[in-house]
């Protein structure tokens, strides 16, 4: 039977982070991933003279070469993987229709400031409060992070007080408390589709995190598309050592006494090892993988029985044989949305027709050779709870899929006031069910378990050694600690590596 | 922000209360498992890997053309067939003397006939020397198990994309999407309207010939049928000629507003794009099914003919084991791999799905730019699609399992 130091389940952006740094450190690491292709949600297709990306809209914590952030940090000094990162113009056009609201918003917090006090005049000291709770947040983040989950309280009064008042509470018990007029809060509220989680039950720390980490460090996506950020990181996992295998699922981890002890492939190959990253989520690994089932623990189930499961993406990938000046589209990130009451938006996410948001990525405005000149490459996405999409009969797909997509594209051409139906040269269109087919992601989600307050990244680090169930067994991606986003599951799946380091010195 | 003279402790509080909260939110769950993993069935039906299919019947529809009615094989585990898009292919695996090849053929039979009535229909033409055909001549008999992939492929109408009303270009057995869209068409299933002009060179060679007259005539507002000889006998009543431009103006009338499918052999395409210049459309009015493995690739301007008739070595890494074969430059590196009795992944056989995609660790191979459908960082990063490269020198290339 082949033995590996550690076997890597899944090679999307956090099984390919988390084999790249254990191959780095010298470590015997098996990547193993079902498709025939690295990085999971992290791809691209071609359709005719368009290759479209799959997922990716824009990476956050990147930097330019000079002032690193980082994802560039890990991946061109801690990995050595090269990707040719081109940075977002802008940080979105928020279109809310209902309201007539249609600003454009840079990137940088003075800059950002300023934009929504030209639009709100007098907001400004209260978003300026909300931004500085933002930026405690992801220092505060970084600081449990680095204490591993280990809450000094006296450490936290003194050093970290703005994070303290953000840390504990959801999304709508700190925004409501700062006064901020009704028109800024949306403004503010603009990249919530990252997140999906209803303001009464999401962490305020994470959404704050996230805004701030894209205002200071702008966005950028690699010049190939996703595909060339996994194609990179698979190189250097080969390059270091280590090996990886597509077309190659497994479908069992194998464990005894709490302890993993190998994997086993669908073609029904052993591979001996006593760690392992798994990239598929718990909810997958405890009811699905682990074997024999008797090693789940009852505590298991019940951990992924808590949590609740975030959206799946629905995308229409248009090539368009019009250029993004004849279409009159500037930016980079349209945000379009009915209207900006959070929990009616998440509401509706369970209808399957009449979407009342979208965000669209007019990927020329970063990248302008991206597709043959005089054309463009435009995406809109929308999110669904899990099991919309599952309901749709096979029969019926494909017709319900173009009504749905039409719903989005009559929707784009509104609130742009563009046409775009007339340029459609190639035309596809994702739902969950797609993601599955592709990732096999639980149900096709895109977004792994909500975070929620009492399951958002902080909860999730201090509880992180104390719900690690099988020994041995580390996860990456989406469903691990960090949350799902690029950011995240690159970001996660290094530390996924990392445990996995320690554990390996814990066996000696 | 409230100012409370112990808001830090509250804040803390808060935060410090995260904890017993997630563990009483994890204590109250249920501890029951899923059941059957989600999504299978669904996937199953749109996107299987695999269906086991037998021969159900077999008709001769000319001296060299058959069509074989395939319905699922329940012993090996296919309950229900894939849904389709009128137009798409399966791409059949066969094992022959030895040799595990796929070819991808297209449904000639409707989605309805699928749903309602649980079979597909393929339509195969015996070609002189061919390595699969001569195969299916001698073993496809009714009962005989064929091992097929999900319907693939973009050879299809979408009314967000095409114009309604398309004309169909269509050469020897490059016919057969079509008779599947003109059923569609039939069954109310596909709202489009379809001109097919079908270039033969000989009469006797026309597949589906007065089937499609038939129903055509059935639907007179929707589809018009035409076939066009260019070698006719003395009993050839219809139009004779190649598809020229003045041909396909003549049968279709104004032009724009239409989508032009072509569906044939390689130098159908060739001569067909030549012809369609002339009318000055945009990109999206035409649209080409893969035509498969171009088999005269040394005709191809841009090929170095020089090297036509030379052997490579290609040294193979596969889950299979590390080997060293000989490749002909004039032949596909898939078709090298195949012959070497590997079994790589494959289905388009035309550089466009990239299921096949490897790794070209080192060496040179010549791919024809409409045939090159590689990703931008795969080209980067020194990855292929055997089955529309050919070795120009020895190579090096690593090359997944098959599914």
């Given at each position: 039977m082949p033995e590996y130091d550690a076997v890597v389940i899944g090679a999307g952006n956090g099984g390919l982070s988390a084999g790249a740094q254990l191959a780095v450190s010298s470590v015997k690491v098996l990547v193993l991933e079902q498709?025939?292709?690295?990085?999971g949600f992290a791809t691209s297709f071609v359709r005719g003279r368009f290759e479209f990306e799959?997922?990716?809209h824009e990476l956050a914590?990147?930097?330019?070469?000079?002032?690193?952030g980082g994802i560039r940090r890990l991946l061109e000094?801690?990995?050595?993987a090269k990707v040719d990162f081109v940075p977002v113009p802008e940080a979105f056009r928020l279109i809310i229709s209902d309201e007539g609201l249609d600003v454009s918003m840079p990137f940088g917090v003075d800059a950002y400031l300023d934009a929504i006090e030209e639009a709100v005049p007098g907001s400004r000291s209260s978003v300026a409060e909300y931004l500085e709770l933002c930026k405690e947040a992801t220092v505060g983040i970084g600081h449990l992070f680095k204490s591993k989950g280990h809450i000094d309280e006296t450490v936290l009064k003194s050093e970290y007080p703005k994070f303290l008042k953000c840390a504990g509470y959801s999304y709508e018990e700190v925004t409501s408390r700062l006064g901020l007029p009704d028109r800024a809060r949306k403004i503010l509220d603009a990249y919530w589709l990252y997140l999906a989680v209803p303001p009464s039950r999401m962490a305020f720390s994470v959404y704050g995190a996230m805004l701030y980490t894209f205002l200071i460090h702008g966005a950028h996506v690699p010049r190939f598309r996703s595909h060339e950020l996994s194609v990179a990181m698979e190189k250097r996992i080969r390059e270091c050592g280590g090996a990886v295998e597509f077309n190659t699922r497994v479908d069992k981890i194998l464990v005894e006494n709490g302890r993993v002890v190998g994997v086993e492939t669908a073609q029904g190959d052993r591979i001996s090892t006593n760690h392992v990253i798994c990239n598929a989520s718990p909810t997958l690994a405890y009811n699905?993988?682990?074997?024999?089932?008797?090693?789940?623990?009852e505590v298991a189930y019940k951990n992924v029985n808590a949590r609740t499961e975030g959206v799946g993406s629905f995308v229409v990938y248009l090539g368009l044989d019009a250029s993004p000046e004849e279409l009159g589209l500037?930016?980079?990130s349209y945000v379009i949305h009915?209207?900006?009451d959070l929990e009616r938006l998440y509401a509706s996410?369970?209808?399957?027709?009449?979407?009342?948001l979208q965000a669209c990525i007019c990927l020329n405005a970063a990248i302008?050779?991206?597709?043959?000149?005089?054309t463009t490459l435009l995406s809109l996405t929308g999110v669904y709870q899990l099991g919309v999409w599952e309901a749709v009969k096979p029969e019926n797909y494909v017709t319900v899929k173009r009504k749905v997509a039409e719903q989005f594209i009559d929707k784009f051409e509104k609130a742009m006031k563009t046409n775009v139906r007339d340029h459609i040269e190639e035309i596809e269109i994702a739902t969950p069910q797609t993601f599955f087919r592709y990732t096999g992601a639980y149900k096709g989600?895109?977004?792994?378990?909500?975070?929620?307050?009492?399951?958002s990244i902080i909860p999730r680090i201090v509880a992180m050694e104390e719900e690690q169930?099988?020994?041995?067994v580390r996860f990456a991606g989406g469903?691990?600690?960090?949350?799902?986003?690029y950011n995240s599951t690159l970001s996660g799946g290094r530390a996924a590596a990392i445990q996995t380091l320690k554990d390996m010195e814990g066996d000696k | 922000m409230n100012t409370r003279a112990n808001g830090n402790t509250n804040d803390l509080l808060a935060l410090k209360d995260l904890m017993p909260q997630r563990q009483r939110r994890i204590a109250k769950a249920p501890a029951t498992a899923l059941g059957t993993p989600p999504m299978k069935e669904l996937t199953g039906r749109l996107h299987p890997h695999r269906q086991y299919l037998k021969i159900d019947s077999i008709k001769n529809e000319t001296k060299t053309t058959k069509t074989f009615r395939l319905v699922p094989d329940m012993v090996k585990g296919t309950k229900r067939l894939a849904v389709f898009r009128a137009g798409q292919y399966l791409s059949v695996k066969a094992d022959v003397n030895g040799v595990r090849i796929t070819r991808p053929y297209s449904i000639s039979s409707c989605p309805k006939e699928a749903r309602d009535d649980g079979f597909y229909e393929i339509t195969i033409r015996k070609i002189p020397g061919g390595f699969l055909t001569a195969y299916v001549w001698e073993n496809w008999k009714e009962g005989h198990t064929v091992e097929v992939s999900g319907p693939e492929g973009f050879f299809y109408y979408e009314a967000l994309r095409d114009a309604r009303h398309v004309v169909g270009l269509a050469g020897g057995s490059g016919i057969t999407p079509f008779r599947s869209m003109i059923k569609d068409i039939m069954e109310n299933d596909l709202d489009m309207q379809l001109t097919l002009l079908y270039g033969t060179?000989?009469?006797?060679?026309?597949?589906?010939g007065q089937e499609l007259e038939n129903f055509a005539s059935r639907v007179p507002e929707k589809v018009s049928v035409h076939y066009i000889c260019s070698?006719?006998?003395?009993?050839w009543k219809g139009p004779t000629g190649f598809l020229t431009k003045e041909c396909i103006q003549e049968f279709?009338?104004?032009?724009?507003?239409k989508s032009f499918f072509i569906s044939g052999p390689p130098a159908m395409y060739l001569f067909l794009e030549k012809e369609l210049?002339?009318?000055?459309?945009?990109?999206?009015?035409i649209r080409r099914e893969?035509?498969?493995?171009?088999?005269?690739?040394?005709?191809?301007?841009?090929?170095?003919?020089?090297?036509?008739h030379k052997t490579f070595k290609i040294a193979v890494n596969m889950a299979e084991g590390a080997q060293e074969i000989p490749a002909k430059a004039a032949e596909t590196v898939l078709v090298a791999i195949e012959r070497a009795g590997l079994t790589p992944p494959s289905k388009?056989?035309?550089?466009?799905?990239?299921?096949?995609r490897s790794r070209l660790v080192s060496g040179e191979i010549y791919v024809r730019p409409q045939d090159d459908g590689r990703r931008l960082a795969d080209r980067q990063f020194g990855y292929f699609h055997p089955c529309s490269s050919y070795p120009v020198s020895d190579l090096s290339i690593e090359v997944p399992r098959d599914l």
């Open positions: 498709h025939n292709l690295p990085g799959a997922t990716l914590n990147v930097g330019s070469k000079e002032n690193k000094d801690g990995l050595g699905y993988l682990v074997h024999p089932k008797t090693e789940v623990p500037s930016e980079y009915d209207h900006m996410l369970t209808n399957l027709f009449n979407p009342q302008p050779d991206c597709s043959p000149p005089g989600s895109t977004y792994g378990y909500e975070l929620e307050t009492w399951d169930y099988i020994k041995g469903s691990a600690f960090l949350g799902p986003g | 060179r000989f009469a006797d060679d026309i597949i589906f070698e006719p006998d003395a009993t279709v009338g104004d032009v724009r507003d210049e002339g009318f000055n459309l945009p990109k999206k009015r893969a035509c498969g493995e171009v088999k005269d690739i040394e005709t191809y301007t841009d090929f170095p003919k020089e090297l036509s388009c056989r035309s550089g466009e799905c990239g299921f096949c």
